[in-house]
C-alpha cells in the first residue's frame, strides 16, 4: 500500500546549522506530497506542499523539491534556528482520491541548540 | 480568518464510558477529517466528511463513528473507551475544489482514558 518513509531522529543540530530531513514514499500513482511541523502542545502546521514531479515547494527558509525519479521530497533549511525546533512530519495523499486522506510519515524530531 | 477549533483541548474519562469532540472548520471549508495521534501508531487517518456525507473511512473499528452538520461542523464520537483510546485527536479542514487542496489542522483534542 501506499507509505511514507522518513528518517529516525531526533536529529540535533546547533544553530545556523544546515537541515536535511529524509522523506521517500510508496504510491501506486502521482500524489501530492506535505511537509507538515508540530510544535509541542500544538496541531500540524502546513509547512510546504508540491503537487507534481520537480515542483519546489517553500516557506519560511524550508525547502523540498517533489523527485518522481527517486520518489522523495527531502526537507531541506540552509540555516536553522533554535525556534525551528519540532516535529517534522512528510505525508502524502492518496493518488486518485482527495487530499483528505493524507498517509504520515513518523515524524522527524529537531533540536536545535545554540 | 479564523483557524481550525476544536472542543474540548483536554479530557480525562475511564474504561467503558464514552467521548464527543467537535470540531468547527474554516469558514467556507466543507470537508472535515479526523485523525489519531499516538506515539505508538502515529498519525492515522479516521474518517473524512463532506457535505455531511462520511467519504472515507480508515481501519479503526465501530466504536469510532462520527457525523457532520450543515454547517460543516462536525463531531466525533468513541463508544466503549479502551485505555489504547488515549490519543491526540486532530481535526482537518479543507475546501475540497481540487484533488490537491490542501488540510488544515485544529490544536487537537488530548484525551486520557483511565
Request: hydrophobic content about 30%; glycine content about 10%; aromatic content about 12%.
Amino acid at each position: 500500500g501506499d507509505s511514507v518513509t522518513q528518517m529516525e531522529g531526533p536529529v540535533t543540530l546547533s544553530e545556523e546549522a544546515f537541515l536535511t530531513i529524509n522523506c521517500t514514499y510508496t504510491a501506486t500513482g502521482y500524489p501530492s506530497l506535505f511537509w507538515y511541523v508540530q510544535y509541542p502542545g500544538e496541531g500540524l502546521q502546513l509547512l510546504l506542499k508540491a503537487t507534481k514531479a520537480d515542483d519546489k515547494g517553500s516557506n519560511k527558509g524550508f525547502e523540498a523539491t517533489y523527485r518522481k525519479e527517486t520518489t522523495s521530497f527531502h526537507l531541506e533549511k540552509g540555516s536553522v534556528q533554535v525556534s525551528d525546533s519540532a516535529v517534522y512530519f512528510c505525508a502524502l495523499n492518496l493518488p486518485g482520491g482527495t487530499a483528505s486522506k493524507l498517509t504520515f510519515g513518523t515524524g522527524t524530531r529537531l533540536q536545535v541548540t545554540l | 480568518k479564523a483557524g481550525v477549533t476544536q472542543t474540548p483541548r483536554y479530557l480525562i474519562k475511564t474504561r467503558g464510558q464514552q467521548v464527543t469532540l467537535s470540531c468547527s472548520p474554516i469558514s467556507g471549508h466543507r470537508s472535515v477529517s479526523w485523525y489519531q495521534q499516538t506515539p505508538g501508531q502515529g498519525l492515522q487517518f479516521l474518517f473524512e466528511y463532506f457535505s455531511e456525507t462520511q467519504r472515507n473511512k480508515g481501519n479503526f473499528p465501530g466504536r469510532f463513528s462520527g457525523r457532520q452538520f450543515s454547517n460543516s461542523r462536525s463531531e466525533m464520537n468513541v463508544s466503549t473507551l479502551e485505555l489504547g483510546d488515549s490519543a491526540l485527536y486532530l481535526c482537518a479542514s479543507s475546501l475540497y475544489q481540487a484533488k490537491e487542496e490542501t488540510q488544515y489542522f485544529g490544536p487537537g483534542t488530548r484525551l486520557l482514558v483511565l
